[in-house]
T-cell receptor, first 113, second 113 residues
Framework: AQSVTQPDIHITVSEGASLELRCNYS??????LFWYVQSPGQGLQLLLK??????LVQGIKGFEAEFKRSQSSFNLRKPSVHWSDAAEYFC???????????FGAGTRLAVHP | DGGITQSPKYLFRKEGQNVTLSCEQN?????MYWYRQDPGQGLRLIYY???????QKGDIAEGYSVSREKKESFPLTVTSAQKNPTAFYLC????????????FGPGTRLTVT
């Protein structure tokens, strides 16, 4: 069965530091992969997506992610974190022909000034 | 402005009452989805619909019902059979192609006492 694992429940970084959020997936075919961000009490906003081509994808707000098939990973990175990046981040894999998404449990990011 | 609206933002009900959550989209998307979000569990799919007058159960459909009489609307009813209805409910839509992302509404927080 398809699944998504985000190993880190909480991460705290200092403002200006680099960030990497981990995501591992289990999926038999070529995966469609997404990263979403959620501010408290809000809906989800797409940061970036991968479905083919260049394995390093750029997203909004200065985020990027790299697809590594050999490691079944799709880690999210940002070179310099801003206080406004504090939120919860969800990795998701597309499942099946009806655009169903399977979500990881999320990583909550806190940013220290 | 195109988007997804969910109303109300907060909803309170007494145990044993059915309650209907509204979801409307003006993105002309064919597919619509309902998710339930609980702390530490990510998003879990309740129901999804690919076209008008058709919908399928997701992973946690017990105690919920939906209808899709119009392309723009996908209301969710939380019935008294749902054992733990207190949660944050998110509606989403997409064009239905698995390489395209889902767009999310702002969510409805339901509290049942």
């Amino acid at each position: 069965a398809q699944s998504v694992t985000q190993p880190d429940i909480h991460i705290t970084v200092s403002e200006g530091a680099s960030l990497e959020l981990r995501c591992n997936y289990s999926y038999g075919a070529t995966p469609y992969l997404f990263w979403y961000v959620q501010s408290p009490g809000q809906g989800l906003q797409l940061l970036l997506k991968y479905f083919s081509g260049d394995t390093l994808v750029q997203g909004i707000k200065g985020f990027e992610a790299e697809f590594k098939r050999s490691q079944s990973s799709f880690n999210l990175r940002k070179p310099s974190v801003h206080w406004s990046d504090a939120a919860e981040y969800f990795c998701a894999v597309g499942s099946g022909g009806y655009n169903k998404l399977i979500f990881g449990a999320g990583t909550r990011l806190a940013v220290h000034p | 402005d195109g988007g997804i609206t969910q109303s109300p933002k907060y909803l309170f009900r007494k145990e044993g009452q059915n309650v209907t959550l509204s979801c409307e989209q003006n993105l002309n998307h064919d597919a619509m989805y309902w998710y339930r979000q609980d702390p530490g569990q990510g998003l879990r799919l309740i129901y999804y619909s690919q076209i008008v007058n058709d919908f399928q159960k997701g992973d946690i459909a017990e105690g919920y019902s939906v209808s899709r009489e119009k392309k723009e609307s996908f209301p969710l009813t939380v019935t008294s059979a749902q054992k733990n209805p207190t949660a944050f409910y998110l509606c989403a839509s997409s064009i239905g192609d698995p390489t395209y992302e889902q767009y999310f509404g702002p969510g409805t927080r339901l509290t049942v006492t």
